[in-house]
């Protein structure tokens, strides 16, 4: 049976749509559409196997539509013409159309390929969402675990390691006392002293290892107050113009909201240390009505953050990637904007009701400047 070129075209152009369907559903309701145009169908029925488990069943007729799904093949009908996608395999799956008139054979001959495709395309698109969705619990979990982890030993050090140190310099200091007492014996005193001075600096840097791998600012005086002290900090070590501004009405963060900005600041801030050569540095977390905006902006060589995809457009840098999720985990957006030699602007901003907003807000596109 000869279809006419404007049917022809309009089964073209099916194949052409079905790749484009947002969903299998949407596949199906295109076929039985466009061969509603080449004539009358009475009832279409399809049947195609997903992630070689489930059977679904699709049957549409002018009056009703239904699915249903099931981990047993769907066996075809006498009733009508079937079509099988693939006649080596014929548990693909199917379509069945009725009645058997010669043009709705003919057509449903030439359609049968691009529905095929079009499913294809839907159930390798399925798999790869629920692969991402996975990756994504995974790198989540494996962030709380860190965050965990880092409290664990931070109070660790603090309150365990810390505490015996202080006890040290104590005793240290009553044997140096005891022995200035007796008199005569200075070598020991000074070598007291010594390992005194020595102990006092041990107790610093635990204190700043701690401090690093949690601040404990954080939750006693809030984010501000930590990311200024973190300014304050790398103003003094690194020789660079720091300034923090703090905009907006504060107001107290929930705990998550705050450390997850803060370690993202930490990210920006190293890696304006790292790769800027910047002179300036400038922070600013900005209070809104609604949400919470930190600002980390350098004058440096900036970059392409092209470089930051490969060619699936899959990020691949760690330190970004982190920050993303980090951010997007809590709903927020997070945005680069930078070019060669033109600074670099990190731009996180996130509600502050973060549970309610989880995940609604997309993050925005990185920006060239
Ligand atoms: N402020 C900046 N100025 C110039 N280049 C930057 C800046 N921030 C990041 N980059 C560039 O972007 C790249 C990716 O940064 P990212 O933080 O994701 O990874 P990294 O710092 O290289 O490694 P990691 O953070 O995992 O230790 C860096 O290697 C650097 O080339
Ligand atoms: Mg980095």
């Not at 073209?12 to 076929?31: H, I, L, M």
């Not at 030439?110 to 495709?117: G, H, K, Q, T």
């Not at 791998?213 to 003094?236: C, F, H, M, R, W």
Request: charged share 25%; aromatic share 6%; proline share 2%.
């Amino acid at each position: 049976m000869q279809l006419s070129e404007s049917k022809i075209s309009r089964i073209f152009e099916f194949g052409r749509s079905a790749a484009k369907a947002q969903s299998p559903d949407e596949v199906v309701k295109r076929t039985f559409e466009t061969l509603k145009e080449i004539g009358r169908v009475d009832s279409l029925r399809v049947v195609y196997l997903f992630d070689h488990s489930v059977w679904q069943e699709w049957r549409m007729s002018g009056k009703r539509t239904s699915t249903s799904q099931s981990d047993t093949w769907f066996e075809p009908e006498k009733k009508g013409t079937t079509i099988y996608f693939d006649s080596s395999n014929t548990q693909i799956g199917y379509l069945t159309v009725s009645p058997k008139a010669a043009s709705l054979v003919t057509a449903a001959n030439m359609l049968s390929p691009a529905v095929w495709n079009g499913l294809l395309l839907q159930s390798a698109l399925r798999r790869v969402q629920r692969a991402a969705k996975l990756e994504t619990g995974m790198v989540r979990a494996a962030l709380r675990a860190r965050e965990e982890e880092r409290l664990r030993i931070a109070r660790e050090l603090h309150d365990d390691v810390g505490q015996s140190m202080a006890s040290l310099k104590l005793s240290l200091k009553w044997a140096e006392d005891v022995a200035r007492g007796r008199g005569g014996l200075q070598d020991v005193i000074d070598e007291l002293a010594g390992s005194r001075e020595a102990v006092a600096l041990m107790i610093g840097k635990v204190r700043d290892l701690s401090h690093t791998l949690y601040p404990k600012i954080l939750d006693t005086l809030g984010l501000s107050a930590a990311v200024k002290e973190l300014t304050l900090q790398i103003g003094n070590s690194s020789g660079m113009e720091v300034t923090c501004n703090v905009t907006g009405r504060e107001r107290p963060l929930q705990r998550e909201i705050g450390l997850a900005l803060y370690r993202c600041c930490q990210e920006s801030i190293n890696n304006v240390l790292r790769h800027a050569n910047a002179s300036r540095l400038s922070i600013e977390v900005h209070y809104g009505d609604r949400e919470v905006r930190l600002t980390v902006e350098d004058n440096g060589r900036g970059f392409n953050p092209r470089a930051l995809y490969d060619s699936s457009g899959k990020m691949m840098s760690s330190g970004f990637w982190t920050i993303r999720q980090r951010i997007s985990d809590l709903g927020g957006a997070f945005s680069l904007s930078t070019a060669g030699g033109q600074g670099t602007v990190v731009e996180m901003i996130v509600p502050f009701s973060a549970r309610e907003n989880n995940g609604r807000r997309k993050n925005k596109n990185t920006n060239s400047r």
